[in-house]
């Protein structure tokens, strides 16, 4: 199914960017969960999510990514946004995900912002 | 250009804009029914971030009858219409049935990020998603299934 | 990941993957069918050339109905199928039904564009391009109207 | 509707390039007829369509695609394809269409070769 969302990541220091490709469902949401915890796992505190190749986040998707954040809270990191289309953008914020997950444009932006709160 | 130069006869007359369709209750058929509002937002000229956001309400409506519907049918029945206000504006609606179990409206809860946070539960953002992102939303439910009628102007 | 580990529970038993639909006969409604051919297309992984094929298969069987048929009912009755052959080929069949007054395809010659150029008439290529650019074509008709069944193997 | 195509031309000589932008149905083709029709009348000969942005032409399209050819061909002059998607030229080639207009890969070649041929 073309519509599989792909993860990649890439440490830098403190921090991990994560690139999604595709649908944010269920599996697209355990796919980045499963990314973003072996990280934290590593020892990594801030987390910046890359979601300029995703179109559509559904309900079940965001529920899990929420699940993400908790995590990353617990630990006292910070996790951000950024690549955001104007849907997924306005939904973050309809639900407040945005109170406690920055939301920047770029990721240049996003990496500066979780460094600084990690740092 | 005889051929060509005038349209077609069958063509002339033609009815509403009403596009419906079945799709199975199964993964992803959803994404499969967002290719159909997607090609009547273009169809209307409708700006890309509008049809997300019919796209996304329209992922949410399917989900919700997949998951917790039980639909008697395992079908999923979809109506698309385009339509105008007698002022002109113009709109896409999309209406999704299911012939499950239905819900009491009444019982569902406002879901807030913080009350997901403290819960292992931390679902319940698809209702919310559907009318914030739609103009209009009306939502009927009994023992012969649901029906989610939403509206977005262009 | 509780909420989202497993799959839910309605998407467990799902019947085969038929999408069915109603298009209004009218203008450009062959395009906004060809968005849901292309998402099942998209959905079997199936290149984008062959989803181009299909696509232009199925404008053909439409815009035929829509000029010739004379629909009773106004609407065109579209059915997408996904399957596989028991070795393992998968499929996307797409199936035009209209209720109109049906053809005699015997009475229907095959074009060339030598009679094209000497003749006043350059149309006639519609079944032909269907039939070049399917794996599969089934032509019925009568007085009930035309039912073009076209299979294209991934 | 967003799928009105659109046709821009350019002319060169004695050749004229057209564009087109979207689906080619019978409006697309007579926008297409008109625009060739009015170079041919102010002399130009040569003729080449490049359908880069085009995914489909539909056999109503294709009919006056041939309209065009026969009066190009009825005033020597020559037509040529360019830009083609992979069914487009595919269904050129079935209807024969391939023999009397030449289908080029891109349009530097097909300006020299109807250059040539109307030279
Ligand atoms: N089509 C439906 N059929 C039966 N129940 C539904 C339907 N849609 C929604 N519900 C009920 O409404 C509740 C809230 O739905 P929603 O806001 O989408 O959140 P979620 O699906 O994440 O629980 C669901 O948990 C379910 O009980
Ligand atoms: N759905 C249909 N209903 C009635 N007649 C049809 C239908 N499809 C095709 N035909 C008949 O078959 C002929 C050939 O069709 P086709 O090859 O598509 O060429 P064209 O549509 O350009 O004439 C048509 O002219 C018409 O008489």
């Known amino acids: 199914m073309s519509e ?43 987390l910046v999510l890359n979601l300029e190749k995703t179109r559509i986040v559904n309900s079940i998707g965001i529920s899990i990514l929420i699940e993400v954040l908790e995590k990353v809270m617990d630990r006292k990191g910070a996790l951000a946004f950024c690549g955001l289309t104007p849907t997924i953008d306005k939904t973050f914020r309809i639900m407040g995900l945005a109170q406690y997950a920055e939301i920047y444009a770029t990721e240049d932006e996003a990496l500066r912002g979780v460094d600084a709160k990690t740092a | 250009m005889s051929q060509g130069g005038s349209a077609p006869p069958g063509l002339a007359a033609h009815g509403p804009r009403e596009v419906s369709m079945s799709i199975p209750v199964a993964p992803e058929m959803e994404i499969v029914a967002t290719a159909q509002v997607a090609a009547l937002g273009e169809y209307l000229a409708m700006t890309r971030d509008k049809i997300d956001e019919v796209k996304l309400a329209l992922v949410e409506a399917c989900i919700n009858a997949f998951e917790h519907a039980d639909c008697r049918d395992e079908q999923l029945h979809l109506t698309f219409r385009l339509g105008q206000e007698p002022k002109g504006r113009e709109w896409l609606e999309v209406e999704v049935l299911d012939k499950g179990k239905g819900f009491d409206k009444a019982m569902v809860e406002e879901p807030s990020i913080e009350k997901s946070f403290a819960s292992h539960r931390k679902r319940g953002w698809g209702l919310q998603i559907i009318k914030s992102l739609m103009d209009e939303v009306q939502i009927t439910s009994g023992g012969w299934g649901t029906r989610i009628l939403m509206r977005k102007y262009k």
């Open chain 1, 4 to 46: 599989a969302c792909k993860v990649s990541s890439e440490r830098r220091g403190d921090v991990v960017i994560l690139w999604t490709d595709g649908y944010i469902n269920n599996q697209g949401g355990e796919e980045i969960a499963r990314e973003a915890y072996a990280h934290l796992e590593q020892g990594a505190r801030g």
